[in-house]
């Protein structure tokens, strides 16, 4: 495979993911009834909306973080620690939709996978300026 093909397909994958969670929230909302506009009025119809928009609101930290730390420090490290991510946001929607009280342990699993990519990226950045200045 190419360059960086593991973190591609790890893309794919979390992409897929949050596609999953909003056909979920579409049988859900067939389930309870609840027609569009419509978010409220069914507690499972709103735990599933509120899977979906988490993922979307972290997103935006996981791909770029996920990316970077590919390029700076290493493709399949990268993608491993993505793999991770996604198995916590799957365990953050199975946890969250049966219990609301069951979605710590995997937040805390995607956080902790997007924080490394994060910080890990961002001090091989600075790094990269102040050791070799480029």
């Known amino acids: 495979m190419g360059p960086h093909s593991w973190v591609a397909l790890v893309t794919i994958a979390a992409i897929l993911v949050y596609l999953w969670m909003g056909v979920r929230v579409g049988q859900a909302r067939r ?3 609840v027609q569009a506009p419509a978010m409220t009025g069914d507690p499972i119809l709103e735990r599933h909306v509120r899977v979906q928009a988490n993922t979307l609101e972290w997103l935006p930290i ?3 973080a996920l990316w970077l730390f590919a ?3 290493n493709d399949l490290i990268a993608a491993g620690l993505g793999v991770v991510w996604i ?3 799957v365990l953050y929607a199975l946890g969250y939709v049966a219990d609301p009280g069951k979605r710590e342990l995997g937040f805390l699993i995607q956080a902790l996978a997007a924080a490394v990519l994060l910080f890990g990226a961002a001090g091989r950045i600075i790094w990269t300026l102040v050791v070799i200045g480029a």
Do not use: A, K, M, T
């Open 31 to 33: 389930v309870s009834g």
């Open 62 to 64: 996981f791909l770029p």
């Open 71 to 73: 390029i700076y420090w």
């Open 87 to 89: 198995v916590g946001r």
